[in-house]
C-alpha cells in the first residue's frame, strides 16, 4: 500500500513516456506495478520544434526539450475510459504554452476536474524546464496559490484519489522546503521527486552539453536522490514521495527507496534498456 493505493510492485513509467494514454494495456503488460500518464493540457499542443529528443549513449542518458506535446486532456480521458489495464494509472496533468498568470492555474483545475473519475492519483507537474517559467510555479508566493486553487477545486468535487506535486531538481533546498510546508498544509497527498535537470555540468563528457532541454538518465542519479533524502529529513518521513530519476538498474532503484522513496519511477532507463529491465529490477 502507498497513499492509499495497492500496488504488485513499486517500479512504475514516469510521465512523458505515454502521453496520451494510448499505452495504457501494452505497459501494463511488462510487469511495472503502476503507470503514470501525461503531461497533458486542457488542449491539444504539438510541442517545439523537432529534433527535440536526444539519446546520449555514452553518457546513459537523454535530453528532450518536447514541450509538452500531446493531444489534449479529452483524447487522454476517452483513452482512460477505454482501458483493460486494472493497475495503478496515475495523471499528470500540466499547462498549455500560450496560457499565462491566472490561466496557467486554470490549466491545470480544467485538467484535473476532466481527469479525476478516471485515474489512481494525478501529479501536478510544475517542473518541465520545456514550458516557459513553468517552473517559477516553485517560487513560494506561486506555489500557495497554485496549491490553494487546487484545494477548493479538491474540495468542491469532493475529489478522493491521492494528489502529487512534480517538483525540479535544480530547485534549492531552502525551496523544496518551503514547498514541504505548503504541501504540509495542503490537501496534496505527496510529491514526486525530480523531473530532467537543466544542468548540464553533471555530464562528465561535454559533448551534449550546449543541447538545450532537460536531461535525464544516469547523470541525473545522484541529483535526484539528493532531493529524495532532503524531502524525507525535513518532513521527518511524513510526506510520501514517489522517486524517479537516472534509474538504470537495481542498484539504483534500491538507492532511491533508501532515500525515502515510497514508490519509484523509470523513463530513461527503461528506454534505453529496453522492458527487461523491469524484471532486472524488481528480480534483484
Ligand atoms: C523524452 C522525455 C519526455 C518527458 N516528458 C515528461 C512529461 O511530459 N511530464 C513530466 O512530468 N515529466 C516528463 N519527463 C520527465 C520524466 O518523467 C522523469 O521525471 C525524468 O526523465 C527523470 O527520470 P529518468 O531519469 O528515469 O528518465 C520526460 C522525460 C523524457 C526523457
Known amino acids: 500500500m502507498f497513499a492509499g493505493m495497492s ?46 529528443v536526444f539519446r546520449d549513449l555514452r553518457e546513459n542518458a537523454i535530453i528532450n526539450r518536447l514541450g509538452f506535446n500531446n493531444k489534449g486532456v479529452d483524447y487522454l480521458v476517452k483513452n482512460l475510459k ?16 500560450w496560457s499565462q498568470g491566472k490561466e496557467r492555474i486554470k490549466d491545470y483545475l480544467v485538467c484535473i476536474e476532466k481527469v479525476y473519475k478516471y485515474a489512481d492519483y ?22 500557495i496559490e497554485l496549491v490553494n486553487a487546487i484545494d477548493l477545486k479538491v ?14 531538481p535544480d530547485e534549492s533546498n531552502e525551496s523544496i522546503k518551503k514547498i514541504i510546508e505548503v504541501i504540509g498544509i495542503s490537501k496534496f497527498t505527496g510529491i514526486i521527486a525530480t523531473n530532467t535537470t537543466i544542468d548540464k555540468s553533471v555530464l562528465s563528457h561535454s559533448a ?8 535525464s538518465g544516469e547523470p541525473l542519479q545522484r541529483k535526484s536522490t ?4 532532503f524531502i524525507r529529513k ?9 522517486g524517479v530519476g537516472g534509474v538504470i538498474d537495481a542498484r539504483s532503484f534500491n538507492d532511491k527507496v533508501l532515500a525515502g522513496s515510497g514508490l519509484v519511477q523509470i523513463y530513461t ?16
Not at 208 to 215: A, F, T
Open 226 to 229: 539528493e532531493k529524495i533524502n
Open 82 to 97: 477505454l482501458k483493460k489495464y486494472k493497475g495503478i494509472v496515475g495523471v499528470n496533468v500540466g499547462a498549455n504554452k
Open 122 to 143: 494525478i501529479s501536478v507537474n510544475i517542473s518541465s524546464p520545456n514550458t516557459p517559467n513553468l517552473r517559477d510555479f516553485h517560487n513560494e508566493k506561486n506555489i
Open 234 to 242: 525535513e518532513s521527518n518521513n511524513q510526506i510520501p514521495i514517489i
Open 208 to 215: 551534449s552539453r550546449d543541447i538545450e532541454g532537460g536531461l
Open 155 to 168: 474540495s468542491e468535487l469532493n475529489i478522493q484519489i491521492p494528489l502529487f506535486l512534480k517538483i525540479s
Open 269 to 284: 532507463g527503461f528506454v534505453l534498456a529496453g522492458p527487461s529491465i523491469v524484471t532486472e529490477i524488481l528480480m534483484n
Open 7 to 52: 500496488l504488485q510492485n513499486m517500479l512504475g513509467t514516469a510521465a512523458g513516456l505515454d502521453k496520451n494514454g494510448d499505452y495504457i494495456n501494452c505497459l501494463g503488460e511488462l510487469g511495472f506495478g503502476f503507470l503514470e500518464v501525461g503531461t497533458v493540457t486542457p488542449e491539444e499542443q504539438y510541442g517545439n520544434a523537432k529534433p527535440r
